[in-house]
């Protein structure tokens, strides 16, 4: 089986850019779904690099799943529990009590979550170019 952990970084990076294109443009609901989008990609990159196959959608579960000798720290995982949050209810209306999801989100969850996307993938980053 070929090694596909680079395209799934290549794409996870795509995907903060997407993020921040996103907060630009004050769709703050798509910036964090893309943000954890590309949270969840990096870190099954990692899992590749590693021989490892990782499956679902939860991020912080994902991290912890990898190796011991990845040494990720509990800050990066409590990071991903918040990217966590924005995996279904920036997308659907019955995500939150009322209100379409766009008016739920604003700059300062859109900032945080690329913040954290980029933290988890600068994390992938370091332990790929180590593999």
Request: aromatic share 8%.
């Amino acid at each position: 089986m070929p090694d596909r952990s680079q395209d799934w970084l290549n794409q996870a990076l795509r995907d903060l850019e997407q993020a921040q294109e996103s907060r630009q443009a004050e769709r703050h609901e798509w910036a964090c779904f893309a943000a954890q989008q590309a949270a969840e990609k990096a870190v099954k990159a990692l899992h590749l690099a590693k021989g490892q196959e990782a499956w679902g959608h939860v991020v912080a579960k994902l991290l912890g799943e990898l190796p011991d000798d990845a040494g990720c720290s509990e800050d990066l995982i409590d990071k991903a529990r918040v990217l966590d949050a924005y995996y279904i209810p920036t997308r659907y209306a019955n995500g939150h009590p009322e209100g379409a999801p766009f008016e739920h989100y604003g700059k300062l969850q859109s900032s945080e979550a690329c913040d954290y996307a980029g933290a988890i993938i600068e994390f992938v980053r370091t332990q790929m170019a180590d593999a």
